[in-house]
């Protein structure tokens, strides 16, 4: 039966509004306007523009970029109360944030093809330097990669934030592009760890240990190229990396033993040898000892004290000459007694002291991007917080001597 006038305007008007059913952004970028879509107007570039790979106009435009949402920030630093009861307990990270998305599960980009490659090539040779250990590494991330969204939203968030540091990156535009990729993907990456974390067992174990290791890389690398202007701002993000670490070894620990069932144990135990032979040594640092024996502290104290320096006395080994290895520095963070780091948080002089003899280690790293020149203003800050009465203690400023620094790759 032929439809009527009426009966065809009606549906003409049906259609129309469903061409209309996303809700129009009035401040939104041209490139949603053009794809009718709709645009959450983050800055420094929207994330549906993000996610597709193309090019913000928000990047690019003066104009625009001041009409939108407040720029997104990071959501990397946890509160410093993480601490899980039990093998069970799920660790309490951040929410993402409500407009940070870099990765969608349902679409692929370029983008993500070029951190993924960017990651595999680059960024993972950064962290892991033995040939061996890497093609160890690089195979069981493979296979575990592609079958856990919070694991490769990681592994791209990470590549991005290198990227970011890159040399090859020189306008501000692609530095702030690769900075919010990293941001909105890392989001999404505790997330989906979050969810994860609640049902542990010997099937994802293994990517479980294989995210930590990377979140930690991941954390304590924002919290050294950071570019605080005060000391208490930068201890208090160090402290709160620490946390979250602690917060996740604690409740992946008890599964470790599944490693011994896989080649990743040669990592492992390369790491141990490596320990074992440090632990021989004599110390480096006999007048730290000396002075914290004789200090005005508790027993209790001076054996919190003495147990982080012996651990410290193992990065501390070595030549003073640039290093590249840079796991030890952060496996020292972790693995000091948790006293010292409640100590550390109280701003206690002798646990001040401590950091600033670890801010050597990482000043023999300054090559790493993912350290560049945390220690020599960690040191600065710690030097400037104690004062003269304390200059005896600390480590002579000549050991940072910044004339062997080289671009950070």
């Known amino acids: ?50 996610v597709a790979g193309l090019d913000c106009p928000f990047l690019s435009d ?27 307990s799920t660790v309490a990270l951040p929410s993402s944030t409500s407009h940070g998305s870099g990765c969608c599960d349902g679409e ?19 962290f892991i330097k033995s040939d061996r250990s890497l093609d160890i590494y690089l195979k069981n991330l493979r296979e575990c990669v592609f079958g856990q969204k919070y694991l490769m939203h990681e592994v791209l968030s990470l590549a991005a934030l290198h ?40 099937r994802n ?29 930068f201890l208090t993000r160090l402290l709160q990396a620490i946390h979250l670490l602690r917060g996740i070894n604690s409740v992946i620990q008890p599964w470790w033993h599944v490693l011994s069932t896989t080649d990743m144990i040669h990592l492992m135990r390369e790491g141990e040898a490596h320990r074992i032979a440090r632990e021989s040594l004599e110390t480096t640092v006999p007048h730290l000892h000396d002075l914290m024996a004789t200090a005005d502290i508790s027993e209790t104290s001076l054996r919190i004290y003495q147990e982080a320096l012996r651990r410290l006395d193992l990065a ?11 796991n030890i520095v952060f496996a020292w963070l972790v ?60 480590p002579p400023v000549q050991m940072f001597d910044m004339t062997e620094t080289h671009t950070p790759a």
Request: proline share 4%; hydrophobic share 35%.
């Open 108 to 126: 692929v980009n370029m983008a993500h093809l070029q951190l993924f490659s960017h990651f595999m090539s680059e960024t993972s040779r950064t």
């Open 163 to 202: 990227m970011s540091l890159q040399t090859n990156v020189q306008s501000l535009d692609q530095v702030m592009y690769f900075r919010h990729l990293a941001t909105s993907l890392q989001s999404k990456a505790l997330a989906g760890f979050n969810e994860a974390v609640q049902e542990i067992n010997e």
């Open 62 to 88: 003066p104009n625009i970029r001041g009409t939108g949402q407040s720029p997104v920030t990071t959501t990397s630093r946890p509160s410093p109360t993480i601490e899980p009861r039990s093998r069970s």
């Open 316 to 326: 501390l080994h070595g030549s003073s000459e640039p290093r590249d290895d840079i």
């Open 205 to 233: 174990c293994l990517t479980l240990l294989i995210f930590s290791h990377m979140l930690g890389v991941h954390s304590f690398c924002e919290v050294f190229i950071s570019q605080d202007e005060s000391f208490s701002n």
């Open 335 to 394: 693995t000091s007694p948790k006293e010292y780091t409640d100590l550390l948080a109280e701003r206690r002089p002798e646990a001040l002291v401590l950091l600033a003899y670890y801010a050597v280690v990482l000043h023999r790293r300054r090559n790493s991007w993912l350290i560049g020149t945390a220690g020599r203003r960690m040191y600065g800050w710690i030097r400037d917080y104690l004062g003269d009465r304390w200059a005896h203690w600390l």
């Open 1 to 50: 039966m032929p439809l009527s006038e009426n009966d065809k305007q009606e549906r003409a008007e049906a259609r129309a509004r469903q061409r209309r059913a996303h809700k129009k952004s009035r401040n939104g970028c041209s490139q949603c306007k053009r794809r009718h879509i709709k645009c959450d107007e983050s800055q420094p570039a929207c994330s549906s523009c993000v």
